[in-house]
């Protein structure tokens, strides 16, 4: 009988302790600490290949099914990208624009270089190319002067004021020759947030 005993005592005892144990995990997950918008801009090497969360107001959703989400930081010029997975919903909705939101995901590093850069050159001929012959020439001059992407994204690389897409190359192109001179890299970097997760947060 007090053998019967003690080995319910220890039982129990073994049972408490996994589910003390169940809810420490459970709640260090729940309390991650988000990082701002400024710190990751500020030194976003620090953070490649890191799984990080950040909070932020929702700036700007791509208009291609809200892929990609611009989430800024203490100001207009300070973002960063988001891009949605499958894992998370495949996209971003329509509600969250404007809205402060939660997003975890992993810091990765996309480069610009002379290669890329050619490579921009050739594709934006070809689409001026096929404009021509389908809608005429007026048309194919307006594609062929108009900088490429979306303002906000525009913004976010650091194009902001840049207006036509030969501006755009010549930017691209200047700054690389900087960066290979200043730091030997004869690329540009621009990071950005693969999400595995987000939450709309109350306003």
């Known amino acids: 009988m007090k053998k019967s005993i003690f080995l319910s005592a220890i039982a129990f005892i073994g049972l408490a302790l996994a589910t003390a144990c169940g809810n420490k995990t459970e709640n260090t997950a729940e309390t991650v ?5 400024d710190t990751i801009v500020a030194n976003p090497e620090a953070f490649l290949g890191d799984t990080i969360t950040i909070e932020g107001v929702v700036s700007h959703l791509c208009k291609h099914g809200g892929k990609k989400a611009f989430v800024l930081g203490s100001d207009e010029n300070t973002m960063i990208r988001c891009e949605a997975t499958p894992e998370m919903g495949g996209a971003f909705p329509k509600e969250s624009i404007h809205k402060p939101i939660r997003v975890t995901g992993v ?16 594709n934006h001929a070809e689409q001026v190319k096929m404009i021509a012959e389908q809608a005429g020439a007026e048309q194919a001059a307006a594609v062929e002067n108009a900088a490429t992407g979306c303002d906000t994204e525009r913004k976010a690389q650091g194009q902001g004021d840049i207006e036509t897409f030969a501006a755009q190359i010549a930017d691209y192109r200047a700054r690389i020759a900087e960066r290979a001179e200043k730091e030997g890299k004869p690329y540009l970097s621009t990071y950005y947030i693969v999400a595995t997760s987000y939450e709309i947060l109350p306003e």
Do not use: T
């Open 33 to 37: 600490e988000a990082l701002g918008v």
């Open 107 to 122: 810091v990765v590093e996309s480069r610009m270089d002379e290669e890329a850069v050619k490579q921009l050159e050739a």
